[in-house]
Structure formats: structure tokens, C-alpha cells
């Protein structure tokens, strides 16, 4: 896998915690993001100033590559470090042709070892680690769910599990799971938490974006290369 090939992109921030000194992980996934689609690599079309911000701020691993550029596989390589060839991953987990396909929960897991240091754990938005209920989040160390359980889901008005009620949300799925995040990050933590954010973004479908996003690429007509033609 090449630098030029899809990424996720991982972002984690650390703050105290104010009872315990123990650090809070706030911690950000996208979903199919090429490494080009982040201004600091150097192309002049990508607007990405909070990414930016985070590498010039921290640290920036140049040399990390994604263990598999497919969704499932690569969302079972962070849960537990290990191939998607090893616990039974190696494609996207398709809602119709392999409904029973999933994670298995007894196979060790990052979030499990953080609620045995006295961590809450919260993971808003994509899962797309087995759609049945023996699979959900709260099998593999997650307190909380807010988010969704399959892979390809709409990019507008997504319907989420909320603490295991299906509501419907109004608005882009970039910004309700950003507003989620904040809403949980704004809660009063007496004790350490772990809040992973999985976006869907940049996945298919790209549009509809906010007219903000939209606006520095709406007059582009001679570069295909920030904005690929899905088909």
C-alpha cells in the first residue's frame, strides 16, 4: 500500500481529566480518505486547516499505512491489531450477502483494556463491525453508541441508534455526528473517557455538502483529481 492510495485518517487529542490526571482520548476516524485530500500533503486544492492544525500541533506519521484500504477489515485491524485475515474480515461486510458477518467480541480489544483502567467508552457514528445485536458496540468495550450499524448509509438526515433507539436526525451526517461529539464532550466526566468519532466522510456518496464546503470547488472544471467521479 502506497502513500498515494486510501487512508483512514486518524486524529487523537489528550486532555486531563480533572478528578483522576489521567488523560482524556478523543479520538477521530474517516472513512476512505486519500492521503492527497489533507492541504499539508501539498496539494493546492485540499482545504483541511483543523487536519492541519493537528499535524503542525502534534505529530504527523508519514510512514503509517492503513493494514487494509477496505472498510471492515480495517476497522477490525485498530479494534485488535490484527489482520482482517485473522479474525475472519477481508471485504466489507455487505448488509445482504453476509448479515451474520462480524466481529468476534471474545477476541481482544483496545476498548476493553481502557475500561480496566477505570476509562468510559463512547463510539459515535459508523460501526460496520456486524449488524446483529450480539455484535453492536457494547460487546467490544463501548459504554455508549450513537451512530450506525452498517457501512454505506445515507450522507443526509441518517437515522442512529441512540443508547439502542433508532431516531431520526435532521441534517448533513458530517455535522450530527460532529454535534454528537461535542454534546458528549460538553457532559461532566468524573472519571477518564475514551470517545472515538467515525465519520463516513469522505465514503460515497460526496454530495450533498454544506455550501461552505462547496464553494472553493463548485468552479473547478479542469482537475478531477480532488473530486473523482464516483462511477
Same mark, same amino acid.
Given at each position: 500500500?502506497?502513500?498515494?492510495?486510501?487512508?483512514?485518517?486518524?486524529?487523537?487529542?489528550? !486532555?486531563?481529566?480533572?478528578?483522576?490526571?489521567?488523560?482524556?482520548?478523543?479520538?477521530?476516524?474517516?472513512?476512505?480518505? %486519500?492521503?492527497?485530500?489533507?492541504?499539508? @500533503?501539498?496539494?493546492?486544492?485540499?482545504?483541511?486547516? =483543523?487536519?492541519?492544525?493537528?499535524?503542525?500541533?502534534? %505529530? =504527523?506519521?508519514?510512514?503509517?499505512?492503513?493494514?487494509?484500504?477496505?472498510? !471492515?477489515?480495517?476497522?477490525? @485491524?485498530?479494534?485488535? @491489531?490484527?489482520?482482517?485475515?485473522?479474525?475472519?474480515?477481508?471485504?466489507?461486510?455487505?448488509?445482504?450477502?453476509?448479515?451474520?458477518?462480524?466481529?468476534?467480541?471474545?477476541?481482544?480489544?483496545?476498548?476493553?483494556?481502557?475500561?480496566? %483502567?477505570?476509562?468510559?467508552?463512547?463510539?459515535?457514528?459508523?460501526?460496520?463491525?456486524?449488524?446483529?445485536?450480539?455484535?453492536?458496540?457494547?460487546?467490544?468495550?463501548?459504554?455508549?453508541?450513537?451512530?450506525?450499524?452498517?457501512?454505506?448509509?445515507? =450522507?443526509?438526515?441518517?437515522?442512529?441508534?441512540?443508547?439502542?433507539?433508532?431516531?431520526?436526525?435532521?441534517?448533513?451526517?458530517?455535522?450530527?455526528?460532529?454535534?454528537?461529539?461535542?454534546?458528549?464532550?460538553?457532559?461532566?466526566?468524573?472519571?477518564?473517557?475514551?470517545?472515538?468519532?467515525?465519520?463516513?466522510?469522505?465514503?460515497?456518496?460526496?454530495?450533498?455538502?454544506?455550501?461552505?464546503?462547496?464553494?472553493?470547488?463548485?468552479?473547478?472544471?479542469?482537475?478531477?483529481?480532488?473530486?473523482? =467521479?464516483?462511477?
Amino acid at each position: 500500500m502506497n502513500k498515494l492510495g486510501f487512508i483512514y485518517l486518524l486524529l487523537v487529542a489528550f !486532555s486531563l481529566n480533572a478528578e483522576t490526571k489521567k488523560p482524556n482520548i478523543l479520538f477521530v476516524f474517516t472513512d476512505d480518505q %486519500a492521503i492527497f485530500t489533507v492541504s499539508s @500533503s501539498g496539494h493546492p486544492h485540499a482545504l483541511t486547516p =483543523n487536519m492541519d492544525r493537528l499535524v503542525n500541533e502534534g %505529530a =504527523n506519521l508519514v510512514n503509517s499505512m492503513t493494514v487494509t484500504p477496505v472498510c !471492515s477489515p480495517s476497522r477490525a @485491524s485498530l479494534m485488535t @491489531s490484527k489482520y482482517g485475515s485473522e479474525v475472519g474480515i477481508t471485504d466489507w461486510i455487505h448488509p445482504r450477502t453476509e448479515p451474520e458477518l462480524g466481529l468476534d467480541p471474545k477476541i481482544p480489544s483496545f476498548p476493553v483494556s481502557l475500561k480496566k %483502567a477505570g476509562y468510559k467508552t463512547g463510539l459515535i457514528g459508523k460501526w460496520h463491525l456486524g449488524l446483529l445485536d450480539s455484535q453492536l458496540p457494547k460487546h467490544y468495550g463501548f459504554d455508549l453508541f450513537w451512530g450506525e450499524r452498517r457501512g454505506g448509509f445515507t =450522507n443526509q438526515n441518517p437515522t442512529f441508534e441512540i443508547d439502542d433507539q433508532p431516531q431520526k436526525m435532521e441534517g448533513l451526517t458530517a455535522d450530527v455526528i460532529g454535534d454528537l461529539a461535542v454534546k458528549y464532550l460538553k457532559q461532566e466526566h468524573e472519571q477518564p473517557f475514551f470517545l472515538a468519532v467515525h465519520h463516513r466522510a469522505p465514503h460515497t456518496k460526496w454530495l450533498p455538502v454544506s455550501e461552505e464546503d462547496w464553494a472553493p470547488y463548485k468552479d473547478l472544471t479542469d482537475d478531477k483529481t480532488i473530486i473523482p =467521479n464516483p462511477d
